[in-house]
């Protein structure tokens, strides 16, 4: 099992910017995909997007498609998501996830282990 600590979250006005971190426990991080999910009060958790174990691959839902960036740093066990352009739809607790394959996938149910989720609020 793998420990995600998610941070980076916060009040941004509209059209403002933050940047999300993950960080992974356990020596195998670069062995897997990682993912951003969120989920706004009422509504189910959804996708946003995922990184393959190299870095190379990534893929977005299309709502945040050229506004999110989804990155990694393997020798520092983090996974990031920098959101440019946000607006109060983005309000949502974000959350990380280890992936269960090695490619980056969009099905919630390809993930594994979750971070406690950060709280990102976007005023308009």
């Known amino acids: 099992q793998v420990q995600l600590v998610e941070s980076g979250g916060g009040l941004v006005q509209a059209r403002g910017s933050l940047r999300l971190s993950c960080a992974a426990s356990?020596?195998?991080?670069?062995?897997?995909?990682m993912g951003w999910f969120r989920q706004a009060p009422g509504k189910e958790r959804e996708f946003v997007a995922a990184?393959?174990?190299?870095?190379?691959?990534?893929y977005y839902a299309d709502s945040v498609k050229g506004r999110f960036t989804i990155s990694r740093d393997n020798a520092k066990n983090t996974v990031y998501l920098q959101m440019n352009s946000l607006n109060p739809e983005d309000t949502a607790v974000y959350y990380c996830a280890r992936g269960r394959v090695g490619g980056p996938s969009p099905r919630i149910v390809e993930y594994d282990d979750w971070g406690q989720g950060t709280q990102v609020t976007v005023s308009s």
């Open positions: 356990g020596r195998t991080f670069g062995s897997y995909s």
């Open positions: 990184i393959g174990w190299s870095g190379a691959n990534t």
